[in-house]
T-cell receptor, first 110, second 114 residues
Framework: EDQVTQSPEALRLQEGESSSLNCSYT??????LFWYRQDPGKGPEFLFT???AGEEKEKERLKATLTKKESFLHITAPKPEDSATYLC???????????FGTGTKLQVIP | GAVVSQHPSWVICKSGTSVKIECRSLDFQATTMFWYRQFPKQSLMLMAT?????????EQGVEKDKFLINHASLTLSTLTVTSAHPEDSSFYICSSTTGEETQYFGPGTRLLVL
């Protein structure tokens, strides 16, 4: 059974304190890995798609990387507005279906 | 691009009534849409896959007679929660793809059943 595990469950950072979120996955035949940001009471906002090990993508203070077993979302010098829950997901279970991790709730304190 | 909208954003209803939630793809045609529900502090759980012009495919454990899905056009899918009860209170989110595997999500609908 395909599984996606995210850690830590929650992370509290001071503004400017860089860190990384982890997404470990077990899937048969990886077809990609997605990162989303979800604010309270809103739907997930798409951030990145990674397709192969070694691939990296960046957007402002975020950089996503992918290996054969896990993905990292690096946050450089975060700001309070980066506070959100970050979800990763992999295609799984059928055409265009995905399996989500449980998310990492990030809080950045001014 | 890839904008998905939902209406209403929140709804409060009495137990036993039915509630319809609309999901629209605003700038692309969506042959497939997905419906999720999310309980507080939990991740998204797929309820069903909605295919334009055909019957929806429901995930195991989801009652198809309670959660009616209609995907009548390439830009609109609706989810009707029939005879809603307090345990149906949740956050319902739809998504769609543009043909690739990346899903784009709507803003969600908060349902509260009294």
């Amino acid at each position: 059974e395909d599984q996606v595990t995210q850690s830590p469950e929650a992370l509290r950072l001071q503004e400017g304190e860089s860190s990384s979120l982890n997404c470990s996955y077990t899937v048969s035949g990886l077809r990609g890995l997605f990162w989303y940001r979800q604010d309270p009471g809103k739907g997930p906002e798409f951030l990145f798609t990674l397709y192969s090990a070694g691939e990296e993508k960046e957007k402002e203070r975020l950089k996503a990387t992918l290996t054969k077993k896990e993905s990292f979302l690096h946050i450089t010098a975060p700001k309070p507005e980066d506070s959100a829950t970050y979800l990763c997901a992999v295609p799984s279970g059928g055409y265009q279906k995905v399996t989500f991790g449980t998310g990492t709730k990030l809080q950045v304190i001014p | 691009g890839a904008v998905v909208s939902q209406h209403p954003s929140w709804v409060i209803c009495k137990s036993g009534t039915s509630v319809k939630i609309e999901c629209r793809s605003l700038d692309f045609q969506a042959t497939t849409m997905f419906w999720y529900r999310q309980f507080p502090k939990q991740s998204l759980m797929l309820m069903a896959t909605s295919n334009e012009g055909s019957k929806a495919t429901y995930e195991q454990g989801v009652e198809k007679d309670k959660f009616l899905i209609n995907h009548a056009s390439l830009t609109l899918s609706t989810l009707t929660v029939t005879s809603a009860h307090p345990e149906d209170s949740s956050f319902y989110i739809c998504s769609s793809t543009t043909g690739e595997e990346t899903q784009y999500f709507g803003p969600g609908t908060r349902l509260l059943v009294l």
